[in-house]
Structure formats: structure tokens, C-alpha cells
């Protein structure tokens, strides 16, 4: 669990500092243009979903079943065999008619909200760089994750509570590094929340003081204020000391709102029945509370570790996604009936795809899984500026290779900033005697996206 003081110190740490060079979170930098969207949802299915069992059919995969494919022999992670049909069959749904696998019946019923951008592709076929370059930009850690660069840009609309939350019970493969601010001040990071739990005091240990009131601490601060004002006179600017009374203060803001917002319990039971499907599902409904109360960014990941790594038996998905497609559809419908789904980005997606070809290092047991796919996945977006009922882009007729109008994580990324009022090539931070920017020195915004 997450008890209080390391809450704090992710929430308050660097505050202080933040403060005397006026990049303090709650003040954000002027939008380059006027933004469509002003918060963002990540939903990370970590591991890898499989493109070709999900929202990429591939008809020549059920013809050429358990054949070799198509010329030179291709080089995977571990190796591979022959390929392997889809277990599942996919059907058009909506007035887009968007071909959706049928293990994501909610999702489908509202698939005209969502462009499904079905030609992305990474750089490494290993987890660790993949998950960095999704979340940070870049393949190596130590540099600001895509919800500090948001948070960077915007602030956050409530002083209370952290811009940028992660929630996920456990952690992903690298853990705080695919959340980390890196070079830019600490007061940008995620905070990480252990969403294993209902109840707010099991999230967040020690959120409310049993022994003083809210008067009480109020009392006390204002003492303590005082107390170290007078010591700053005497020596001079102390970040340290500056960031340590940040931190007790936003203790004090946290205690009125943090514990109400993560209770979903306030929430009605004809609501969360259609969350309560798993701790992701949870996640969501915490999500749409945390966003409606003006948190900036919120990112899910699907659980501890890599659940959607099917390196044997790719039937496991059946079960990973219905844990996720209520949830989804729920956080989609319940976006729109508070007005919020116009401007939230809602991005839907994993480090990289899955082979169409089987497994066959001879580590399998089942022997019917797919090895990681780096040229071909798909990622789901929906909400804020987002033109939805689209597909975007195209792989070959195996699922294997993004072939049509292809999508870099680095053009997903300046995408998104975009519809954040950003241009990408612009929101930068000085480091090291050059400017960093979330897309290094690539990316395109994929104008074909936008509504």
C-alpha cells in the first residue's frame, strides 16, 4: 500500500523549488492554440494486444491456417511458426460498420466513438524500451512521461489533488519510470495509487488524521507558516524547506477532497455495477471522478506486470478483456452523459502488437500464443477532437506490418498534444544545454484523426 508520506512526497516533492522558478504545477504555460481536448484518459493494456484477435481481422489468416508465411523466413523475438487464425470471429458494428473482434461486445455497441488506428508501430520488440518509448518518448528511462509533459503544459485545474494519477494494482514492468517527470521539477509526476482497494484509507493509507480536526490543522499550519517565514528572512531561499511546507499544506487540501473522489462507493449501484467487473474497471470509474473534478491526466494500467503478454496461449485475451470492455463502454457513456467526453482524449492501447504466426520456441506448454510485434499494433482513441467511426491505416493481409499511412508512437504522441492546444515541436524544457521536448526530434500529427 501507499501510505501517506509517499503520497505526499510524489505530490509535494519539488514543490517548493517549483515555486521559486514559477513553474509551479498549478500554473500552466499559455496553449499555442485553442485546445479541443483538456484531459486525458490512458488506458494501457500492458503486456501487448494482439491486433489480428482484436480490432485488425484478417480473413488470410483463417485461409492459410497452420501454413508458413508467405516468403523469407522472419526473424521474431522468439521464434515463431506457422500461422495461426484467430479464435474469434469479428463482425461489423455501428454505422461505421468497424470490423470488432467478438470478445469486446460493449466496446463494439459503441465502436462510432472511437477511431481505431490500425497501422502503429514501435522501435523495440522488448517490453522495457517499448514501454518507455509509449509512456516517455523515448526507449531509455530518465526522461519526462507523456502525463508530466501534459501536466507541464496545462496545470491542473484542482489545486487539491495531483494533476497526473496513475492507477494500477501493482505495478507495470519498470514501474515509476514510465511515470517519472525526469529533468522536468518532480511536482509534474504521476502519482501512483495502488487501485486494488474500495475503500479510500486501504488506496491511500493515513489519509485522514484521526487525532486533530480540519480547524485543528488549519491552526497548526498557519502557526508553522509563520514560524518558517520568519526563518526564510533570516537565511535566505531554502527549496528544501519550501517543498516540505508544500507538501504539509496540500496534506491538508488532500484531506478534504482525495478520500470523497477515490470512494466510488458514492457512486450509485446501478452505476458501478458496470465498472465492478476488476480492479481495472474500478480504475475507470475512479477515472471519470477524478477527471470530472479536474485532475489533468489520469493513466490505468491493466495489472501488475505484463497480463496481456499470451506468449502461449493467446486465448487468455477472452478472459483480459472482459475484465475491460464494460468498463470502457461504461466510462465512455457516463463521459458523455456529464459533458466531459468532448474534451477528454481517451487513448486505448499497449506497448506493441502480437504476431499472426504461433509461438514455437519450445518453451510452450499450449503451444497456441503470439510473440511480441513491433511493426503492427492498434491503438484505440476516442473524445476530445477525435473523429470517431474511422479506421486509420492498414497492415499487410497478416496483421504482421503497418503498410498504409503509418502511425510512430511518436506521432501518436504529437497528436495528442495537439488536441491538447500544443504544437509538439514547441512545448520544450531546457536541460543539459539543449531543449527536450516528449517527441525527441520526430512526430506528425495525424491530421486524418481529428474531428
Known amino acids: 500500500m501507499f501510505d501517506r508520506r509517499q503520497f505526499l512526497s510524489q505530490l509535494g516533492g519539488g514543490f517548493g523549488l517549483a515555486g521559486l522558478s514559477g513553474t509551479l504545477q498549478g500554473a500552466a504555460r499559455a496553449p499555442h492554440f485553442a485546445p479541443k481536448a483538456k484531459h486525458v484518459i490512458f488506458l494501457f493494456l500492458n503486456g501487448g494486444m494482439s491486433q ?8 488470410a489468416l483463417a485461409k492459410h491456417d497452420g501454413q508458413p508465411m508467405p516468403g523469407p523466413k522472419i526473424r521474431t523475438d522468439r521464434a515463431s511458426g506457422t500461422l495461426m487464425r484467430s479464435p474469434w470471429e469479428f463482425q461489423k458494428h455501428g454505422q461505421s460498420g468497424i470490423e470488432v473482434s467478438s470478445i469486446f461486445p460493449n466496446i463494439a455497441r ?41 501536466t507541464y503544459g496545462l496545470g491542473t485545474d484542482n489545486k487539491n489533488l495531483p494533476g497526473f494519477i496513475v492507477l494500477c494494482p501493482g505495478f507495470p514492468v519498470l514501474g515509476s519510470s514510465l511515470w517519472s ?43 508553522l507558516d509563520k514560524l518558517n517565514a520568519r526563518y526564510l528572512q533570516r537565511v535566505g531561499d531554502q527549496p528544501s524547506l519550501q517543498s516540505a511546507v508544500e507538501s504539509m499544506e496540500s496534506a491538508f487540501r ?5 478520500g470523497t473522489l477515490l470512494d466510488i462507493r458514492k457512486e450509485s449501484e446501478k452505476i458501478r455495477a458496470r465498472y465492478d467487473v476488476s480492479d481495472f474497471g474500478r480504475g475507470c470509474l475512479m477515472a471519470l471522478r477524478l477527471i470530472e473534478s479536474g ?10 506486470g505484463q497480463p496481456w503478454d499470451n506468449h502461449d496461449d493467446i486465448r487468455v485475451h477472452a478472459k483480459l478483456a472482459q475484465k475491460v470492455d464494460s468498463p470502457i463502454a461504461a466510462l465512455v457513456e457516463d463521459l458523455k452523459a456529464r459533458g466531459l467526453f468532448d474534451e477528454t482524449l481517451i487513448i486505448i492501447g499497449s506497448e506493441f502488437g502480437r504476431t499472426p504466426m504461433i509461438q514455437n520456441s519450445g518453451l510452450e506448454k499450449l503451444g497456441c500464443g503470439r510473440d511480441h510485434n513491433p511493426p503492427a499494433f492498434t491503438v484505440l482513441l476516442a473524445g476530445g477532437g477525435i473523429k470517431g467511426g474511422q479506421t486509420y491505416g492498414a497492415t499487410d493481409e497478416f496483421g504482421f506490418k ?15 498534444l495537439h488536441l491538447l492546444g500544443f504544437d509538439h515541436t514547441r512545448l520544450t524544457y531546457r536541460h543539459a544545454g539543449r531543449d527536450f521536448r516528449l517527441t525527441d526530434v520526430h512526430g506528425q500529427v495525424v491530421k486524418a484523426l481529428l474531428a
Not at 489480428?52 to 480473413?59: L, Q
Not at 462510432?112 to 517499448?130: C, E, I, K, L, Q
Not at 488532500?254 to 482525495?258: H, K, L, N, V, Y
Not at 503497418?402 to 495528442?416: G, I, M, Q, R
Request: aromatic share 6%; hydrophobic share 35%; net charge negative.
Open 110 to 150: 459503441r465502436i462510432d466513438d472511437f477511431a481505431v488506428v490500425r497501422s502503429m508501430y514501435t522501435d523495440n520488440g522488448n517490453h522495457g524500451p517499448s514501454l518507455q518509448l509509449m509512456n516517455c518518448g523515448h526507449q531509455l528511462p530518465g526522461r519526462p512521461s507523456m502525463g508530466s509533459w501534459v
Open 402 to 416: 503497418a503498410v498504409e499511412n503509418k502511425v510512430h508512437v511518436h506521432d501518436l504522441h504529437a497528436t495528442a
Open 295 to 304: 485532475v489533468r491526466m489520469v493513466q490505468i494500467y491493466y495489472g501488475n
Open 254 to 258: 488532500m484531506q478534504t477532497e482525495a
Open 52 to 59: 489480428v484477435d482484436t480490432f485488425d481481422p484478417k480473413p
Open 181 to 223: 517527470s525526469g529533468y522536468i521539477p518532480s511536482s509534474y509526476q504521476g502519482v501512483h495509487i495502488q487501485n486494488s482497494a474500495v475503500e479510500p484509507e486501504k488506496l491511500v493509507q493515513n489519509l485522514r488524521n484521526s487525532e486533530l480536526s480540519l480547524d485543528e490543522q488549519k491552526q497548526q499550519l498557519a502557526m
